[in-house]
Nanobody
Framework: QVQLVESGGGSVQAGGSLRLSCAAS????????MGWYRQAPGKQRELVAS???????HYLGSVKGRFTISRDNAQNTLYLQMNSLKPEDTAVYYC???????WGQGTQVIVSS
């Protein structure tokens, strides 16, 4: 059974930083593409960043240069380092095994101005 557990969300002021983690189990972590998504109130869920075993594949345009996706295959953990946070980054952040129905429960990020 695939389980994805996100952590690291919270409330920060604009310009601050957060590091999200996604602990995965039940999946061959090193062989799958993993992604971070987010969903703001009243908006559709969007792909923020994705990474294969070889490194980052994709970043949403609005987070390029501010967010960094990384993974520790030995620990089956996916990370999202978020710097220079903006109020528009406020959302629930989810990790996902790319192309599958396996999602985490989400972690809330609130950025105040």
């Amino acid at each position: 059974q695939v389980q994805l557990v996100e952590s690291g969300g919270g409330s920060v002021q604009a310009g601050g930083s957060l590091r999200l983690s996604c602990a995965a189990s039940g999946v061959s972590f090193g062989s799958v593409v993993m992604g971070w998504y987010r969903q703001a109130p009243g908006k559709q869920r969007e792909l923020v960043a994705s990474a294969s075993d070889y490194g980052p594949i994709h970043y949403l345009g609005s987070v390029k240069g501010r967010f960094t996706i990384s993974r520790d295959n030995a620990q089956n953990t996916l990370y999202l380092q978020m710097n220079s946070l903006k109020p528009e980054d406020t959302a629930v952040y989810y990790c996902r095994v790319h192309g599958t129905p396996y999602w985490g429960q989400g972690t809330q990020v609130i950025v105040s101005s």
